[in-house]
């Protein structure tokens, strides 16, 4: 397994069980936290998103290259109705070991667009 994907697996595991601190200990200071509401900087950011979202992120699918992982995942937010499951997906930037950006988008496909690795 790349470091890339080490990251950010190790970054799911932080998320899924709510250590927030390992969390932004695993992202870069001024990490770029994006979805559909837009996107914004810094570890603060990713405390609020964390706090606010309520949300769990199962790994599904893994496609990498370079310093660009995109992840397919099941998410549930604890706070939506039972069976409020939704497949996502997510694009990690991973640099020197850390999360320098993070965005999530409605379907793989979309995610695969943003990241190039479409082709």
């Known amino acids: 397994m790349s470091p890339e994907i080490q990251t950010v697996t190790a970054w799911h595991e932080a998320l899924n069980s709510a250590d927030v601190d390992r969390l932004v200990a695993l992202s870069h200071p001024e990490v770029e936290v994006g979805g559909p509401r837009g996107t914004a900087r810094g570890a603060q950011i990713l405390r609020e998103w964390v706090d606010r979202a309520n949300i769990h992120l199962e790994p599904l699918r ?46 793989l496909a979309s995610a695969m667009r943003a990241a190039n690795l479409d082709s």
């Not at 893994?62 to 706070?79: C, G, L, M, N, Y």
């Not at 109705?81 to 320098?100: E, I, N, W, Y």
Request: charged share 25%.
């Open 62 to 107: 893994v496609f990498h290259e370079a310093d660009t992982v995109v992840v397919e995942q099941e998410a549930e937010w604890q706070s939506a109705d039972p069976g409020g499951r939704q497949r996502v997906a997510s694009v990690f930037m991973v640099r020197d070991g850390l999360v320098t950006g993070v965005v999530r988008y409605p379907d």
